[in-house]
T-cell receptor
């Protein structure tokens, strides 16, 4: 079945450590996105990528980094520079860069807790 | 940047009754898309309904319908014959051309369904 796989589902990190969240899709989607979800804050865009080897900062990119070396993969690294990394992280993808429908498909999410 | 406002942090409805969730947005664009997503306790984001701004007819999906008022920049979701499985967070979202066609989300409305 086609979909988006995020791993790990739960992750614990000590302060000062970098951690990488995986996002893999087999939908052949061009565009991929990372969102952060905090209680009462909705979803906020961290980074997005419309094509391989290209990505752009979203609204809250500070303390995060990404890469897009393959169409199906868009990993997110939470660096030690991120002041408050404890959150729920959602990865999403979309089938065409310029599409009126623009329906995002989401992964199941990763919960990161900093100890 | 477009903003999406959901003014009801929590709503409650009895089973089989009807409930309306409010959403307003701010934009200078004339052509855009609006969405409602549902996030149950599993935290999986599920598309409920979408509306193209150029269509005057309100979108409907089974028990879910919207009241789209373009001039007022209002996009409310009506859930008819509410079921226990409708209990979830509901997010209103606007498609932004500014960020690779990512979605801008409101902060969400938590819907409680009582027997």
């Amino acid at each position: 079945d086609g979909g988006i796989t995020q791993s790990p589902k739960y992750l614990f990190r000590k302060e000062g450590q970098n951690v990488t969240l995986s996002c893999e899709q087999n939908l052949n989607h061009d565009a991929m996105y990372w969102y952060r979800q905090d209680p009462g804050q909705g979803l906020r865009l961290i980074y997005y990528s419309q094509i391989v080897n290209d990505f752009q900062k979203g609204d809250i990119a500070e303390g995060y980094s990404v890469s897009r070396e393959k169409k199906e993969s868009f990993p997110l690294t939470v660096t030690s520079a991120q002041k408050n990394p404890t959150a729920f992280y959602l990865c999403a993808s979309k089938d065409r860069v310029i599409s009126g429908a623009n329906v995002l498909t989401f992964g199941a999410g990763s919960r990161l807790t900093v100890l | 940047a477009q903003t999406v406002t959901q003014s009801q942090p929590e709503m409650s409805v009895q089973e089989a009754e009807t409930v309306t969730l409010s959403c307003t947005y701010d934009t200078s664009e004339s052509d855009y898309y609006l969405f409602w997503y549902k996030q149950p306790p599993s935290r999986q984001m599920i598309l409920v309904i979408r509306q193209e701004a150029y269509k005057q007819q309100n979108a409907t999906e089974n028990r879910f319908s919207v009241n789209f008022q373009k001039a007022a920049k209002s996009f409310s979701l009506k859930i008819s014959d509410s079921q226990l499985g409708d209990a979830a967070m509901y997010f209103c979202a606007y498609r932004s051309a500014d960020s690779g066609y990512a979605l801008n989300f409101g902060k969400g409305t938590s819907l409680l369904v009582t027997p």
